[in-house]
């Protein structure tokens, strides 16, 4: 029987209402009717008990004000030791209005017990707890899955989101599309730490959490974005002598390679005994290699990945006063030839020559571990084979096409020698 055709007795002593469903004139012991209290003010939920605002919590989450929720159900998943507490609760949500509670007569002691209730309207008591509304992450997410992001990378990742559960789908969603942003508004081109980042994206330099950081860092190259747990280092391994207004320092008397802020350098106003060659190496467990192996004449820099605004413009500072040719390491796979045509700009634009490093199709073959290429990496191939490649690249971009397997360029360097 739908509620508006039931007829309400006037409320007793406590302001309840009491509709029959089942006949009253008929002698029966297992009659049927419904309490409710109308007309009661809002209650003010803050001042209830906090085991009570808990428990309504677990009840309302995800209730909806057409279903008839059993009370033994109820009380099971308050648990024994909430028994009193769950019990109260619900004489109390009666007492105010905020459930129609549906009893019947137990035939065995003739008396009236609560079968089921209705929230009367649970969206309003989920707003005074302060919760989300059931699938609300859900609808959000089916809203932005389809947010335009430019970036492949950022695509890419998105992808891996579907099969999370639609909360943490969400939340990762949300920070691909901060990073569009980032990038859209040229945010990338200069220094920022992640803090930096997470102002920008949640206006909360800590709202970003640990394992989102991980996920992220795992799946995009934030140093592409020019976006470092703490301020970037410049490493580099070199006999150069930089010379700035205040003095100079000679890296040559240092052992192994050392890490410059980018502020430093731009403070560099020369370089004495500047290299014949820059050596680039992405991999860094490689650049470690590279450095302790290299010639004196040479150079060798470390690249993060796709190289970052401040890494950019700090070469670019180098060049400037040290112009000489690039050797370029990248990993062999379809990233590693686009993060070389980029880096190689650099020193175009500098009017200096550019070759790759270890990044040929006979370097490819001779690893003895490769991975599969995925659908990113041969669409990337796809547009890298169809410009104008130096030939080591070509032939590595075909052979990459040919095995349908790409690699990673450290343990091309495990035998790295000066004479490399």
Not at 147 to 152: D, G
Not at 245 to 253: D, K, T, Y
Not at 289 to 312: C, D, F, I, N, S
Request: net charge neutral.
């Amino acid at each position: 029987m739908a509620n508006e055709t039931l007829s309400w007795l006037p409320p007793d002593a406590d302001g309840i209402s009491t509709a029959w469903i089942s006949d009253p004139t008929r002698a029966s012991l297992r009659g049927k009717r419904l309490r409710r209290a109308f007309n009661r003010p809002q209650p003010m939920l803050d001042t209830w008990p906090a085991a009570w605002r808990t428990l309504l919590a677990q009840w309302v989450r995800r209730a909806d004000a057409a279903t008839h929720y059993r009370c033994a159900t109820l009380l099971e998943r308050a648990g024994a030791q909430q028994a009193n507490t769950a019990f109260q609760l619900l004489h109390r949500l009666l007492a105010d209005g905020l459930v129609e509670i549906q009893e019947r007569r137990d035939p065995q002691h003739r008396d009236w017990q609560a079968h089921s209730l209705r929230f009367i309207d649970p969206a309003a008591l989920r707003r005074a707890l302060a919760l989300p509304e059931p699938d609300t992450h859900r609808r959000q997410w089916n809203t932005l899955r389809d947010t335009p992001l430019a970036l492949p990378q950022l695509a890419a990742a998105r992808a891996t989101l579907t099969p999370l559960p639609p909360k943490v789908a969400l939340e990762r969603l949300q920070l691909l599309i901060a990073l569009q942003r980032w990038h859209d508004e040229h945010r990338h081109r200069s220094q920022a730490t992640r803090r930096d980042f997470a102002w920008f994206a949640c206006a909360d330099t800590k709202k970003i959490t640990d394992s989102q950081w991980r996920w992220l860092a795992e799946t995009v190259d934030l140093a592409a974005f020019g976006i470092s747990a703490h301020a970037p280092l410049l490493y580099l391994a070199a006999d150069l002598t930089l010379q700035s207004a205040a003095g100079s320092i000679e890296l040559g008397a240092l052992p192994g390679f050392i890490g410059l802020p980018p502020q430093a350098l731009q403070a560099i106003i020369g370089i004495h005994r500047p290299p014949l060659l820059w050596r680039v190496v992405e991999n860094r467990s490689a650049f470690e290699k590279a450095a302790a192996t290299r010639a004196a004449e040479q150079a060798v820099l470390w690249l993060p990945g796709y190289p970052p605004g401040w890494w950019a413009e700090a070469v670019s500072r180098l060049l400037a006063l040290a112009p000489a040719a690039l050797a370029i390491a990248c990993d062999p796979d379809p990233d590693g030839i686009a993060i070389a045509l980029q880096t190689a700009r650099l020193w175009q634009e500098a009017g200096q020559p550019w070759s790759p490093w270890q990044m040929s199709a006979a370097a490819l073959r001779s690893l003895a571990h490769r991975r599969p290429l995925s659908e990113r990496d041969r669409q990337l191939l796809h547009t890298l084979r169809a410009q104008t490649l130096p030939e080591p690249l070509a032939e590595l971009a075909d052979a990459m096409v040919a095995l349908g397997e790409k690699g990673e360029q450290e343990s091309l360097f495990w035998s790295l020698g000066t004479t490399d």
